[in-house]
């Protein structure tokens, strides 16, 4: 396989899914079409999320939980940075979470969000556009299921009420020469299940491929990108990929616009304990497998290297 699956959900999961699961296992990312969220909630949530950013400072930062790990709300500029970077990533973020009902078992887990009462709508519109993003991601995962040889349904108690995060981004437009190139988010991968990303379509994101090289995400216009994250890495003993990845400034005229995109980090259950699935371990050497881990201490574990625990 030389280039990035590029799959329509549209299509029976039995259909694509082998064709999912080895640009996972290749790449660590496919391209989504046909995902499902509809077009009208994504501009809508567009409009909000830069509405949001273009408060002024004071109103944003107010929203700003100290101590609380970025978790909810407000995460300014100059907060994380990438596992065994130097330098902070220039971007500014707000983060939507699982709204849980009181007295619920796992709400220890999870803070409860906050709303900028500033911008109308826009507690709504981020609770559809969750809710879209976790039906779209099930049936990635229902595809992943079948490609690993699994019950397609595998994966739905594991993600039930996953402590998964909408991240709402930012990153300004730059200036001076410096900008054509510049590395926007450093080099990371990502510490959850998988990734679905909104907003890839504007130049910048890169992976990093087993040859060692950076190679351009391209997708069409309102796909989604999918990318495999250190908790599926490590389920399926690394036969899907969480590939390391990076946002660089792309040249010319763009590199002078402001970028935003939205990131789903969909997450197993706080209390699910990640095991190597039996089908991922090498009967030679059974010992070649990683060891068990709740999802809720992986995370932490995780958190500590970014910057936000």
């Not at 789903?264 to 209390?271: A, E, K, Q, V």
């Amino acid at each position: 396989m030389n280039e990035i699956a590029t799959v329509s959900l549209a299509r029976p999961l039995e259909d694509v899914a082998d064709e999912l699961g080895r640009s996972f296992s290749e790449f660590g990312f496919a391209v989504i079409r046909d995902h499902g969220i509809p077009q009208e909630l994504i501009d809508k949530a567009e409009e909000l999320s830069k509405r949001f950013f273009e408060l002024p400072a004071d109103v944003k930062q107010a929203y700003h939980i100290p101590g609380g790990g970025g978790a909810r709300g407000y995460t300014p500029f100059g907060t994380e940075k990438a596992k065994d970077a130097k330098v902070h990533d220039l971007k500014e973020f707000w983060h939507v979470g699982r709204s849980l009902p009181p007295g619920h078992e796992l709400a220890e887990y999870m803070a409860d969000n906050v709303w900028p009462a500033e911008i109308s709508e826009f507690r709504e519109t981020f609770e559809a556009l969750y809710a879209a993003f976790e039906k779209a991601g099930g049936r990635v995962l229902e595809g992943i299921a079948i490609h690993l040889g699994l019950d397609r349904g595998f994966f739905a108690p594991t993600v039930e009420d996953g402590n998964s995060v909408m991240r709402l981004l930012h990153y300004p437009p730059l200036e001076g020469e410096e900008a054509q190139g510049a590395i926007r988010a450093a080099a990371h991968g990502d510490i959850n299940t998988i990734t679905l990303l909104l907003g890839a379509e504007e130049a910048g994101l890169e992976l990093l491929t087993k040859q060692g090289e950076w190679l351009a995400i391209d997708p069409p216009e309102g796909s989604l990108v999918v990318n495999v994250g250190d908790m599926l890495d490590r389920q399926t003993n690394g036969k899907l990929r969480s590939t390391t990845h990076r946002v660089v400034n792309p040249v010319g005229e763009a590199a002078y616009r402001a970028r935003y995109s939205m990131p789903f980090f969909l997450h197993f259950r706080p209390d699910y304990v990640i095991d190597t699935l039996p089908s991922c371990i090498d009967p030679e050497h059974p010992e070649d497998a990683p060891e068990s881990i709740s999802s809720h201490e992986f995370l932490l574990q995780r958190l500590r290297e970014i910057n936000l625990a």
